[in-house]
Structures are given as structure tokens and as C-alpha cells.
Nanobody, 124 residues
Framework: QVQLVESGGGLVQAGGSLRLSCAAS????????MGWFRQTPGKEREFVAA????????DYADSVKGRFTISRDNAKNTMYLQMNSLKPEDTAVYYC?????????????????WGQGTQVTVSS
């Protein structure tokens, strides 16, 4: 059983930055591809970014390309999301997820474990 705990969310002004972390326990972290997703009330969970087991391959939603950077440190069992140039439309609950495969995917249903989420609010 893999447990995922997000941290680093908060309130920031438009144009600002935040760094989210996702700490994993209970499994072999380097066996899993990881992803970040976000969700706002009344909407489906949306893909943000994903990273393969080694960190050598990444993928981003078009809405965050050039502003967000996903990374991972397998020695620390932790994944990160550096978010720069934040916009009010980035406001959401951000979730990290892990899947039983080293290969990344943008599809939420392909992920096996989810964290509890962390709120990111960007004020205009």
C-alpha cells in the first residue's frame, strides 16, 4: 500500500510561485510513474503533469507548459511541482498520484494511488 502526502499549497498573488511536494511511503518509489492533477468544484479532475520512474521523461498539460516543472528525487521518495507565473485559473486542489508502471500517462484512471490534495489559491 502506497501512501502519498501533498504539501506546499497556499495563497499566492498572480505572477507568484509555489512549490508543491508529494512524499511517498509504503512502496518502492522508483517503480512508479507519478503525476499531478488538479480539480475545481463541479469539474472533472484535470491532468497537470506527469513523470516517469527515473525523471527522464515528463509531460505537461498545454495550460501549464513553460510555467510548471515536475521533478522527482527517488532517494527522498518525493515528487515536486514547481509552479511559476501563477494565474487565477490555476486555483484548484492539487493531487499527486502514483501508478504501477514506470511509464507516465496523463489519464487519471491509470493511476492506482492518490494523495488527499492540497489547496492552491491564486488571487488576481
Amino acid at each position: 500500500q502506497v501512501q502519498l502526502v501533498e504539501s506546499g499549497g497556499g495563497l499566492v498573488q498572480a505572477g507568484g510561485s509555489l512549490r508543491l511536494s508529494c512524499a511517498a511511503s509504503g512502496g518502492t518509489f522508483s517503480n512508479y510513474a507519478m503525476g499531478w492533477f488538479r480539480q475545481t468544484p463541479g469539474k472533472e479532475r484535470e491532468f497537470v503533469a506527469a513523470i516517469n520512474w527515473s525523471g527522464g521523461s515528463t509531460d505537461y498539460a498545454d495550460s501549464v507548459k513553460g510555467r510548471f516543472t515536475i521533478s522527482r528525487d527517488n532517494a527522498k521518495n518525493t515528487m515536486y511541482l514547481q509552479m511559476n507565473s501563477l494565474k487565477p485559473e490555476d486555483t484548484a486542489v492539487y493531487y499527486c498520484a502514483a501508478r504501477f508502471s514506470p511509464v507516465l500517462t496523463p489519464t487519471p484512471i491509470d493511476y492506482n494511488y492518490w494523495g488527499q490534495g492540497t489547496q492552491v489559491t491564486v488571487s488576481s
